[in-house]
């Protein structure tokens, strides 16, 4: 991690160099010469980021480049703080001008010396890193040795087959089947997963299965680990698919290893597992003995928690991702490995063990690998009370394992590998997600908007904006298995993500090894979070830089902003349970403001209580990420035009009267979100924010929109349209050009009139959208949205279409995802609505949440080919479900919130119950 913190900082200081060079007049060459020793360190680091897990005075040295490395840039930007807040435009500025070129001057001194005594320390590290040998640890043993351990304890052999599965049986025929399978489709089967998911066991399985051996002439199991000796790997094969000596074998030179074992695959059928491949770059290396091209009977069953290297290795292979153990699965596992064989065991204990085992699975969230720890922990265990013992701190026991090699048996070191194999770009994007709650749905939007804050995000090409490098960092770390896909929208892209029960654990370790960031849990004291007093503490001799605080009912404490004296602090976020609590004392607000002047990122939210923001917020200029949503702020200062690094603004749903216009000052947004209902006087100016790609809930009233036509990077725009139609078209020709680049549309019609010819008028500038979300009165919706190629989701409420605005709806031809909310249809008549055969040809996702107009559905045999996932909630006039959902096939998912009478006819043995027997996944929730 020291690695990428240098990295980081070396990147902003020459941001400051470039782009704020006359905040910095007279100490430029000192940051210049820190930031050159810095680039010099990099060299060192890779090698002493891995040595110093095994070596102590290593990583003291990392700790303190670490810090040396914050301290440079804390020193710089505070300096830069105060020479921003000294300047003032005007005629008032004169009459202090001479005693503030004195005070820059004492800053200046003080701030060249306080960067050179930093810039002496890192050159000193440097000087002795390089004494130390620090280059040579990747060849003289010191990082091998921890590499072979590793190796060592992870090697896998075919012969030693685990007896302890459960819920395999289906996973071996399906995989067996597809190696068996005649033809040339899948020269490669790939196992891929998280650490820990059973991808080695159930490779043994397949590799032992009855079928698969009867199949195959000769089979051959390496394990490849993360340092791959492509020679080793090719004798080993070669050795177990052929009649050659192991001798004979070391004579030849590489290339004739290679041409050996392809034509061996060619003559015989061969079952080669490669198992625990952690790179592309390692499939290259190794193809050359398995040519994809020529037909060929052999095969290669590969596992993998990169999913990039299963899809790399064959585009024609067939990829499995294991799923996690259910409850009964996970029970079974633990009492085949626990319990099993103890004559001694009476019922009565055996039912209180149960109860006891059930509970500590909670902990291993179905993951084989914690299981099996806990479970070959328990099965030492004779007594009810030292299960019981084993509770109290089960967590720490699955995490860490116990034993003569604690820190090897836990499961948490298996994942750690996922850790230490992440890029070193990637390091800090992950340890991030620690600031979020257990079990968070964590939406990828503001995830990408908080890492780009951070400065953990660069765009290397013009075209290719910050945005886009953010996702893909999000999906490499979804490929590589360390973060897991929530929700995905109507393009597969992921819109929410979490992290895995352990995974979040081993990020928290990691997180607080690196001194990343600190959670706080105001309700109660945890292994993960810590009190107030304790981060008081901890500010005395750590400088705490990002912090991530729970709230609960007691939230109007705020901690540990009261006895917290860490100005450092970079990152704070706030996350309370529901959308809104009470705060008792608004003096805290304040005192937050005027406390953290180096803050980048700060999410406070949903506050109900009416809070002035002070003018001290103009003194945190280095704030990129503000978030105020659903809070009520009676004023914001005129001092909010001085936060000009703003890149999100996030003032949605604020109950607020006045906006100061200063907004236009903040020229790096990219993304505005605005309050849903207020009246700005004066108008805001929006013209100069070039950068800006979200603009939600803008309108006539708050300004002009004629300024939108400046905004040509514009792609989401939320609009409460207020104007009549003679201002609208004339309004709609000046920003033409902006609307053809809108990809996300959300019109809130609010002039309540008959015709809805406004919504339809915007709309038909838009043709470019993927996304269209209509609220208000609309009646007809435009039949030209079938000429609009990229339409794939809409959402609509209130808009009281008329009866025939079904048709137009199923006959869009890309349209995927599909939500009708209350009122979407005219409320003086209850409505049927009518799924036609052969309509919405490609819907994959249908959701009805509160449409009480519905009385009923009719699904007809043929349509909606694709459906995969259906929701319908509180819709009140519906009484039954179609009966014609048992032709579609394809449905995946059924998501039921209704009356208790609706949902017992769905239930096993219900009247409806044959009509959704076929769908793998129900979920029934009645009130």
């Known amino acids: 991690m020291a690695e990428a913190v240098v990295s980081f900082v070396v990147e902003r200081l020459g941001d400051f160099i470039i782009q704020e060079g006359e905040f910095l007049y007279g100490v430029n060459d000192q940051v210049e010469l820190a930031k050159t020793e810095l680039q010099l360190m990099q060299g060192f680091l890779k090698d002493a980021d891995a040595r110093q897990g095994d070596d102590e005075t290593v990583r003291i040295w990392v700790a303190k480049i670490r810090d040396a490395a914050y301290d440079l840039e804390d020193v710089v930007e505070t300096y830069v703080l105060k020479v921003v807040s000294k300047r003032e ?14 005070k820059e001057g004492v800053d200046l001194h003080k701030i060249g010396s306080e960067i050179q005594n930093i810039t002496t320390n890192i050159s000193t590290l440097r000087s002795r890193l390089e004494a130390y040998n620090i280059r040579q640890i990747r060849d003289s043993g010191g990082v091998a040795s921890v590499y072979e351990r590793q190796q060592r304890l992870r090697r896998t052999y075919s012969h030693i087959v685990e007896h302890d599965v459960v819920g395999l049986e289906h996973s071996v025929k399906e995989l067996a089947m597809h190696l068996v399978r005649s033809g ?17 066991t159930l490779a043994k399985q397949v590799y032992h299965d009855n079928e698969v051996r009867q199949h195959f002439d000769c089979f051959a199991w390496v394990c490849i680990s993360q340092r791959c000796q492509v020679r080793d790997v090719w004798e080993e094969i070669l050795v177990k698919v052929s009649a050659m000596h192991r001798t004979e074998i070391s004579q030849m030179n590489n290339g004739e290893i290679a041409k050996k074992l392809h034509l061996a695959q060619r003559e015989s059928r061969c079952l080669v597992v490669l198992d625990d491949i952690w790179s592309v770059e390692t499939w290259e290396s190794l193809k050359a003995a398995f040519s994809l091209c020529e037909k060929t009977k052999s095969r290669i069953l590969l596992t993998t928690r990169n999913e990039e290297v299963a899809l790399h290795s064959d585009r024609n292979g067939f990829l499995f991702q294991p799923r996690p153990l259910n409850d009964h699965e996970s029970w079974q596992l633990l009492e085949k490995i626990a319990i099993f064989g103890r004559d001694e065991i009476d019922s009565t204990t055996f039912t209180r063990m149960k109860d006891l085992g059930k509970k500590m699975l909670q902990q291993c969230a179905g993951l084989p690998l914690a299981i099996t720890v806990l479970a070959g922990l328990l099965a030492r265990k004779e007594t009810v009370d030292e299960w019981d013992t084993v509770q109290t701190n089960v967590d720490v026991y699955i995490r860490r394992g116990k034993g003569s090699e604690q820190e090897y048996r836990g499961a948490l070191w298996v994942l750690a590998l996922s850790y230490d194999d992440l890029p070193y770009h990637l390091k800090p994007c992950f340890l991030y997600l620690g600031h979020f709650p257990e079990d968070f749905e964590i939406p990828v939007k503001r995830l990408t908007q908080l890492w780009i804050a951070e400065g953990f995000i660069y765009a290397s090409q013009e075209r290719i904006t910050m945005e886009d490098v953010a996702y893909g960092y999000l999906n490499e770390l979804v490929e590589r298995c360390v973060l897991q896909i929530s929700e995905q929208g109507s393009v597969r892209k992921i819109k929410s993500c979490h992290l895995h029960d352990l995974m979040r654990d081993l990020c928290l370790e990691k997180a607080k090894q690196e001194n990343f960031l600190q959670n706080v849990n105001f309700s109660h004291q945890n292994m993960t979070s810590i009190s107030s007093s304790m981060v008081a503490n901890a500010a005395a001799t750590v400088k705490v830089r990002r912090l991530a605080i729970y709230l609960d009912e007691n939230a109007d404490e705020l901690v540990p902003l009261r006895n917290h004296k860490d100005s450092h602090l970079r990152s704070l976020l706030y996350f309370y349970p529901g959308y809104y609590w009470i705060l008792r004392n608004e003096k805290l607000v304040e005192l937050l403001f005027k406390k953290f002047k180096l803050l980048r990122v700060l999410k406070l939210e949903g506050w109900r209580t009416p809070v002035e923001l002070p003018n001290e917020i103009g003194n945190m200029v280095h704030l990129r990420f503000l978030s105020l949503s659903y809070s009520r702020i009676t004023r ?84 409460r349209v207020t104007s009549s139609l003679e201002k609208l078209e004339e309004t709609l020709k000046s920003i033409s050009n902006t609307v053809d680049g809108i990809r996300s549309l959300f019109l809130h019609n609010l002039l309540g009139n008959d015709s809805g010819t406004e919504v339809t008028q915007i709309l038909s500038g838009c043709r470019k959208i993927y996304k269209l979300d209509l609220n208000g009165r609309t009646v007809e919706l435009p039949n030209y949205l079938h000429d609009y190629p990229n339409l794939t989701k809409i959402t609509l409420c209130r808009c009281d279409l008329n009866d025939n605005q079904m048709t137009v709806l199923e006959r869009l031809p890309n349209l995927k995802t599909l939500c009708i909310m209350e009122d979407t249809f005219e409320y003086q008549n209850t409505k049927t609505l009518v799924f036609s055969k052969g309509g919405f040809a490609r819907l994959e996702c249908f959701s009805l949440i509160c449409a009480h107009e519905i009385v009923n559905l009719q699904v007809e045999q043929g349509a909606m080919p694709s459906l995969c996932r259906l929701y319908i909630k509180r819709c009140w006039g519906l009484k039954t479900i179609p009966d014609g959902l048992r032709y579609v096939t394809t449905l995946k998912k059924l998501t039921v919130e209704m009356p208790i009478s609706f949902v017992s006819r769905l239930q096993v043995g219900g009247e409806d119950y044959y009509k959704i027997q076929h769908v793998p996944s129900v979920i029934l929730t009645s009130y």
């Open 89 to 102: 435009g005007g005629f008032k500025s004169i009459l202090k001008r001479f005693g503030r070129m004195f």
């Open 184 to 200: 040339d489709s899948h020269r490669v089967v790939s196992i891929w997963g998280m650490g820990g998911l059973g991808k080695t």
């Open 636 to 719: 914001f200062p005129s001092s909010l035009g001085k936060l000009i690094c703003l890149q999100t603004l996030d003032l949605k749903h604020c109950d607020t009267d006045v906006i100061p216009d200063v907004i236009w000052k903040m020229t790096e947004l990219r993304h505005l979100y605005l309050p849903l209902y207020w009246t700005a006087k004066p108008k805001l100016r929006l013209s100069t924010l070039h950068n800006l790609q979200t603009l939600d809930h803008v309108s006539s009233l708050c300004s002009d929109l004629n300024d939108l036509s400046e905004l040509r990077n514009l792609r989401k725009l939320g609009i």
